[in-house]
Structures are given as C-alpha cells and as structure tokens.
C-alpha cells in the first residue's frame, strides 16, 4: 500500500508555547487514522501544518511522494490534493449546489461534468431537496454534511476531518462516518481525523494515536492501542479517567 | 424648444452625477481592493493603517482641492496637463474623497466575514487571488454598501469642486457649486430648487441601487 | 442553475455611465477662451449679456472663472487662464510690471456706494466725501455706535475699502473687531450680515450686487447714504496673461478679446446695460489712450498680437 502521508520530527513553536512537539507519522492509502485527545494538545494545528496554511518551525511534510513546504511553488495546487473539513461548519452565501460545486469551479471542471458529480454527492447525503436553498439556512447537520460533500468531491487524496461530527445527532453522524468509508475505501486515498469521542475512534478508524502537550504520546492498530495500551496515559485515557 | 433655465438644470444634474459617479468608481476601484487586502492579510502596521483609513473619512473636501489645486494648475508640478479647471480635476479631488470611505467600510465588511470561510477556500484549492475574490463576494452586501456610501460623499461636496473646476458655466458646473453661486447672487427661490433636485438626485440613485440589490442583480 | 448575478446591476451601472459621459463630457471642439474675473463682475449679469457677442463673432466658448479679485490675479500668475477682467489698479498696474500681463486697458467703472441704515446714527448722509463718511463711521464704531462690515478677501471691493481708510488717515490694523467685521466672505453675504446689524451696520458696496438684494428684499433696511466721490469709482481693465511667460495661453484669442470689449460697439452695449430693475451700472472709458500699460513682447509673439495705441 502506497504512503500517501509522512510527517517526520513536525514541530511549531510560538512565543510562549510549544503547539506541535517532534510529531512523527505516516498514513499509508486506505487509512483512516483517529487522532484523539484533550483541548489543546495540537491536533488542530497539526492538521494546519499539513495543509500548508502554517509553516513549521522544524520537520519535514511527505506527501504522495514529494516533499512539500509552504514554500513551495503553487501551494494551493498541492492543497487541492487534500481536503480539511473542520468542526463548525461555514458556508458561503450562495445556494447548496454552488456551495458544493466550488472546488470544481475553481478547476474549471465542465459544466455537465459538475452538474453529474454535485447531483451525485447531494444524494449521497441526502441534499438533493435542498439544491437551491441559500447554504446559510441550512440547520447545522445538514450543513456539515454539505460542507464534507464539498471538501471530497474534488476527490482529494488526503482527508483531514477535525472533529467534523462534534455537536452532531446520531443520524448524522452515521450518514457522515459511512461517506468517510466509502470515500477512503475507493481506493488510492487516505483520511485523518481528530476526535473526542473514543466510540467514533473505534468505529471508523483503523488505526488510532493520543496527542498530548503537542506530541504523539502512543499509536497503533486502534483495537490495541483500547484493549492494551502500553503507556500509562493511554491507559488512563481509554479508561475514562482522563478528563477533556 | 426647452426653457433655458430646465435645459440648465439637466445639463448641471448631467454633470453632477457625471463627476461624482466616475469619482465612486475610480474610488471603489482603488479602495475595495485596497481594503480586502487589509482587510484579510495579517502584517505589522495592520492597525495603524486601518486608524489611519478610518480616520481619512472627515479628510475635508478643501484640502483635497487645495492639494488637486496647487498640483494641477499651470504653475504647479504637473501643470501641463491642463486639468485645472475640468470635471477631470474635480473627479480626481472627489475620488481622494471616496478612496477613504471605500476602503474603510470594506475591511470592516471583509473582516467579517466568517475566518473560517478563508481557510476553507484556501484549502479547497483556490490561490491567494480567488481566495480574496471569493471573500469579497462573501462581504458582497458590505462592499456595495461602501461604494455606495463613497457616492454619498462624492455627491455631497462642494468645496474641492468649487475649487478646482472653477464653476464654469458649462462646463464645470455642478448641482452643489450651483447653489453656492445662486446664493451669492441672491437667487434664493433658484438655489433651493436646485438643493431639492440635488436631494432627489442623491436618493434616486440609493434608491435604484437597493433595487437593484434586492432583485439580486447587484 | 446558478445564483442570479451580482453582475447584472454592475453592468447596468457602467452603460448609465457611459452613457452620461457621452452626453456630458462631449464638447462642442470650439476655441475656448479662459476669463477670470471677479465675483462682483459676474454677478452684475453683464457678462452674461456681452459674452454671446464675442463667443459668435469670432466662433468660440468662453470659460469664465469667476473669484474674488486676489485669486483672480493669482489664477493670471498661474497661467491658469488667458484673460483677466479686474478692478485692482494698483495691483493691476504691479501685475502688468512684473511681466504676469502683456497690457492693461481700461474697459468700464462702476461706482461703489456706502450703505447703512436708515437711521444712519453715523450721518454719513451729511458727509462731504468718502473720506468723511469714513472718518464718521470710525468716530462712531469705536464709540458703539456703528458697526462696518468688511469684505476682508483682498478683493477689488476690499482694496477699495482699504485705500479709503489710508486716505482718512486711518489704520486698519487697530480697528476693534467689535466694530469692524473682517467677514472674508462675498459682497452679497457682506450685505447680509450687514443687515443684521440692526440700525447700526455699514458697509462698501458696488451698486449692482446692492440693488440685487435690495429689490428682492433681502436687505430691506439697508439704504446707500453716499455716492458720488470720484474716489468711489471702480475702474475695470482687461488684461491678456503674458504668453511669453506662459505659451499655453491663448494669445490670439486674447487679443482679440481686448480689442472687441474696446470696440465702439461693445463699450456701447456696455454703457446700456441695466441690471432687472433698471439701473445703469457701467460707464464705458476705454477710448483714446485708454491703453494704460504695456509690456513688450518677445518676437515670436509680435506678430501674431495688435495692440491698441490710438
């Protein structure tokens, strides 16, 4: 299976505070890798780094075989090959379907072109009746599910999902966990995600890691790292008592 | 054959809106830019340039003629174009006027919008350039809101017109410089004629513009 | 189907945009001539009673600038015109000296008259000259009595004034600014405030701006008590800014405007003109040896100028 992300010793320093400590990691195609742990540990600015709209202060970024920086020539080029769908949603003041289609506009994608895939992922999610609705009044799990449609239906090869259901119903959350396997299981993709809840750790992800003080505290094959994890904080954390 | 003082009164409101619309426009083409970039960019001096520009709004109208005055007249640095005297030169003064105002309101407007909004689109693939322009369409209603408030000063003025066009009969004479020439002369009744024309003037235009706006077609 | 566009209304706006510009900023590609006079020339109407004359005998538009008389000679310096209609001798006369003007002819005098209230508590009424019933309204002012309104704008009106009081014996630069308001302001707002000063306000005035306000009503306790002293005329000239100092001007179109305001025909119109409620304003004077300055030009400009010397 081909890498389709490697991070190797990433740090970002501020002023007064270490955000991402020496974080070392590698993402190989079919992944879905949960990244959990308390307000603050980095995972946010981890997946800013990745995406480029940080620079770090130490490390190296690997993606799909290159190596990428900030510096980088053409950055959103590099960018449109990944995908960020953050916690709180925000759509821009145009109807669903322009919403949807952005990413695709921005690539001059052809109009029948665009009009097959949105139609496609607006069904997929069950946005089909809300086409022509102003994006802004959509209630919030149907705008997340909009905002997810958005990010992958430029068939990025990279996912980074940062707490994309926190403040969701449980329907909701179904709908979006099953798009987020349908789309890594096309096959040649990956995706990360950052969670709270270690249920959805366990139900989606693959493989998992706890972030603590901006570092990788432990990862592994998610069943392993709840059944026997080996360091002391992870125990503590898939026991409950870590309290975030 | 049209009455002389109608044909008058057309031809001075012709060349108010005239001015102070390619003023609004030359204005709000250097200002909106300018205010999204400042609006969105993160640099040292961000604060001190907003003060600045927000500040800039009393900037009065007789110091933009004064300055319009002193460097286009013939013995002034680019005298040779033989703009004083000319709509051009009272455009030129009305649009230091706007710049300010168009600015300003813009990156109030542009800051508004929601920061995650920038990202997204960032992420998404757009470059710096269709990022900035996606979010001026986000603050859209912000942006027209400041153009238009840009024409109100344009349209409000007289002193820097007055000034630099010289209120020439014909040729450089506008709605407000008008009244101001009725007045001296004593033409009470004419000069509050034209204040009324100058006031359905300015509110046709804001009020053809929010139409526009609420049929969605600006 | 997409969002309707925020692009419609921009484009509406640009084609009533263009549109204004065709019908406005397109002129008629006649000659133009810049005159730049005073404020109290213009607004006694006689230009806008002569200059019709001009503009289709010789088949051009002219652009009048109408200021108070100190940017009037400012705007003759600048080169920011091509032809000045003033009435400053004394700094015309400087003006033509310095180079700034090719000649100084005389053209017309209007008079200027002393206004105040009825009640006239200062009896200027009784003064023999100007002189006197400056010295009056002084004596008066600085006991409370009066009150002078100044147009303080280094305009004609205002160089007027300020030689009366030198000829009385007076300085200006003492006067209290209890009784003497150094307005800076035009000579129809100087008649207004004057007004205001309730059976006290005095001021110099010319006749037509006078009679203006006068007949409307705007100043309708404000009676002249002294006219007459030739020290009171107002002399206007016409001077063509120097196109040896200043190339752009037009030096042809200029000349040409100096000797048809002098001509017969013109000084005829001139001495005829009455304001709307018939008052003869102008005495025509330009005539034999009305040419009262000159200043030689340099050749190239020679031949192109004819200056009048009968």
Redesign the interface.
Same mark, same amino acid.
């Given at each position: 299976m081909s890498e389709i992300l490697r991070t190797e010793g990433l740090t970002k320093e501020y002023a007064k505070k270490i955000a991402v400590s020496d974080v070392s990691m590698s993402v190989s195609e079919g992944d879905i890798v949960g990244i959990m742990g308390p307000s603050g540990s980095g995972k946010s600015t981890l997946f800013r780094l990745i %995406?480029l *709209?940080e620079r770090p202060t130490r490390g190296k970024i690997v993606f799909d075989g290159n190596e990428i920086s900030t510096s980088s020539p053409d950055v959103? *080029?590099i $960018? $449109?090959k990944?995908? *960020?769908v953050?916690q709180?949603p +925000?759509a821009? %003041?145009? %109807?669903v379907?322009?919403n949807v289609a952005?990413?695709l506009q *921005? $690539?001059q994608v052809e109009k029948g072109e665009t009009e097959r895939r949105v139609s496609d992922y607006l069904e997929r999610l069950g946005l089909t009746e809300s086409r022509?609705r102003n994006a802004r009044s959509l209630s919030g799990g149907e705008m997340q599910r909009m905002?997810f449609a $958005? +990010?992958v239906i430029?068939e990025p090869k990279l996912l980074l999902l940062d707490e994309f259901t926190a403040n969701l119903d449980p329907q909701n959350i179904s709908i979006l966990e099953k798009a987020v396997r349908d789309f890594v299981n096309q096959g040649g993709r990956a995706a990360v995600v950052i969670t709270h809840n270690p249920f959805q750790a366990k139900r989606l992800c693959n493989r998992a890691a706890l972030m603590m003080n901006g570092g990788i505290v432990e990862e592994g094959e998610t069943l392993r790292i709840f059944n026997n994890p080996t360091d002391e904080r992870t125990k503590a954390f898939v026991s409950g008592e870590m309290v975030f | 054959m049209v009455d002389a003082v109608t044909y008058d009164v057309v031809q001075i409101t012709l060349l108010s809106l005239y001015v102070s619309g390619s003023a609004t426009i030359l204005g709000s083409l250097i200002g909106v830019p300018l205010g999204a970039a400042v609006g969105l960019k993160e640099f040292g001096g961000k604060g001190l340039l907003k003060t600045i520009t927000y500040t800039m709004y009393g900037f009065p109208p007789v110091i933009s003629g004064l300055f319009i005055y002193y460097i286009f007249s013939r013995a002034g640095p680019l005298g040779d174009f033989g703009i004083l005297f000319t709509p051009t030169a009272m455009i030129l003064a009305q649009t230091l006027l706007v710049i300010p105002l168009v600015a300003g309101v813009t990156i109030t407007s542009v800051s508004e919008v929601d920061k995650n909004i920038k990202n997204t689109v960032l992420s998404l693939g757009a470059s710096d350039r269709q990022a900035t322009f996606t979010v001026i369409k986000e603050a859209w209603v912000g942006v027209i809101t400041a153009v238009m408030i840009g024409f109100g000063r344009a349209i409000a003025e007289v002193g820097a017109a007055y000034m630099v066009g010289g209120n020439i009969e014909g040729k450089t004479r506008i709605l407000t410089t008008s009244i101001m020439l009725e007045t001296r002369m004593g033409h009470f009744g004419y000069a509050i004629g034209l204040g009324v024309v100058l006031l359905i003037v300015a509110c046709g235009v804001f009020l053809f513009m929010r139409w526009l706006q609420e049929r969605e077609l600006l | 189907m997409k969002d309707k566009s925020p692009l419609v209304g921009i484009i509406v706006l640009a084609i009533v945009m263009i549109l204004l510009m065709g019908s406005v900023a397109i002129q008629p590609g006649r000659q133009r001539l810049t005159l730049a006079t005073t404020t109290s020339a213009y607004d006694s109407g006689l230009l806008e009673k002569i200059l019709p004359n001009f503009e289709s005998k010789y088949d051009c538009i002219v652009d009048v600038i109408a200021v108070g008389s100190g940017q009037t000679m400012e705007i003759g310096k600048n080169g920011d015109a091509d032809v000045l209609l003033v009435h400053s001798p004394a700094s015309e006369k400087q003006f033509v000296k310095d180079g700034y003007g090719t000649s100084r002819t005389l053209v017309a005098y209007n008079q200027f008259v002393i206004v105040g209230p009825e009640s006239d508590p200062a009896g200027v009424s009784q003064a023999v000259n100007a002189t006197d019933a400056f010295k009056r309204i002084y004596q008066n002012g600085t006991e409370g009595n009066a009150i002078f309104v100044s147009r303080g704008d280094l305009s004609g009106t205002h160089t007027k004034e300020k030689s009366i009081w030198v000829k009385a014996g007076l300085n200006v630069s003492t006067f209290s600014n209890t009784w003497y308001l150094s307005t800076g302001q035009g000579m129809g707002a100087v008649l207004d405030i004057t007004e205001q000063q309730t059976n006290k306000g005095y001021t110099l005035s010319d006749e037509a701006t006078y009679y203006t306000r006068r007949e409307t009503g705007i100043i309708p306790h404000l009676e002249i008590l002294n006219q007459g002293d030739p020290l009171l005329y107002n002399q206007y000239s016409v001077i063509p800014v120097n196109p040896d100092r200043w190339p752009s001007v037009n030096a042809t179109l200029a000349t040409d405007f100096v000797n048809w305001i002098t001509s017969p025909e013109i000084q005829n119109m001139i001495g005829n003109f009455t304001d709307a409620y018939g008052h003869k304003l102008f005495v025509p004077n330009a005539g034999p040896g009305s040419v009262a300055e000159t200043h030689t030009l340099s050749s190239q400009f020679q031949a192109v100028i004819a200056i009048r010397t009968d």
């Open positions: %995406n *709209l959103h *080029l $960018r $449109r990944m995908a *960020l953050l709180k +925000s821009m %003041n145009r %109807n379907f322009n952005f990413g *921005l $690539r022509e905002c $958005r +990010s430029v | - | -």
